[in-house]
């Protein structure tokens, strides 16, 4: 089938790159979110992205028009009747997210691929009992959506091999690089990502400086951010809830989530996205 028209779920921080780079590459896009002030947020956002493209020299004036009229914003579920393609970014909640698809199951044309941007959650256990199971496929991107090529597909058990190509497809016209990722949570990147940062903030509870942490990692190991940077700039909060998903779905030590993150995040304490975190970002 020929995507043309593609639903976004979620107006938030993902969503909003999501429906940013569609746009951007020639798709049509409704996105919908239950807040109305939320969707003109997300779409002042879109526009204010795309006019600094235009300032920056990357494209020109009629491209950001283009991108900028595809854009479409709703708060009503019906609205998705006409799109091809879905893909739900909401909050990352195994509850939510089986609620979502189980609306939409009812409201979209049967052929309509349902892909999810969860970063550790299991696709089989999402698709739960719904009935387009063959049609429900993990697309998880990466923040900032625009900037990063990334994108790990993963299949459930019921998923067709069809729904993965029309998936790999979508990604690479959205100019990413797809990857193929096995249905454990996690995936690739946060399987092997999240446990690293997990035992740097350790070293931080021994005494280590975080600045410390992120200079060595970056001249040892020539990575262009380091662990504490890095966790920052997730959010500390979504860092938790992936760390404990992980931990739960593995029941293995090294993803058992610190103490020290734990009451950072009780504390208030969320990185870049408040100001407050490894680092004071307040200055």
Do not use: W
Request: glycine content about 8%.
């Amino acid at each position: 089938m020929e995507v043309k028209k593609i639903g976004i779920l979620g107006a938030g921080l993902m969503g909003t790159g999501i429906a940013q780079t569609a746009a951007q590459s020639g798709f049509d896009v409704l996105l919908k979110d239950v807040s109305r002030e939320l969707l003109r947020k997300s779409l002042d956002e879109i526009k204010s992205r795309i006019n600094r493209l235009v300032e920056k020299g990357n494209i020109d004036a009629f491209q950001a028009d283009d991108a900028i009229k595809r854009v479409k914003i709703t708060v009503d579920s019906n609205d998705f009747i006409e799109i091809d393609y879905l893909i739900e970014a909401v909050t990352e909640d195994l509850k939510l997210k089986r609620e979502v698809f189980g609306e939409f199951d009812k409201i979209c044309q049967n052929d309509v691929v349902f892909a999810t941007n969860t970063s550790c959650l299991m696709i089989t256990e999402i698709a739960g009992t719904i009935s387009r199971a063959d049609k429900i496929v993990g697309m998880h991107f990466f923040y900032p959506v625009p900037l990063m090529k990334l994108v790990e597909i993963t299949p459930g058990f019921n998923t067709s091999e069809e729904t993965v190509q029309i998936a790999k497809a979508v990604a690479e016209k959205l100019s990413k690089v797809p990857v193929l990722a096995k249905d454990t949570p996690g995936f690739i990147v946060n399987r092997l990502l999240v446990p690293f940062i997990n035992e740097a903030i350790k070293l931080v509870e021994e005494g280590v400086k975080p600045e410390d942490i992120d200079t060595a990692l970056k001249l040892g190991a020539n990575l262009p951010m380091g662990p504490m940077e890095l966790a920052d700039f997730i959010s500390l909060d979504g860092l938790l809830n992936s760390i404990t998903t992980l931990y739960n779905g593995l029941q293995d030590e090294k993803y058992k989530p610190r103490l020290l993150l734990k009451k950072m995040v009780q504390a208030g304490m969320l990185g870049r996205k408040n100001k407050k975190g490894f680092y004071n970002y307040e200055k």
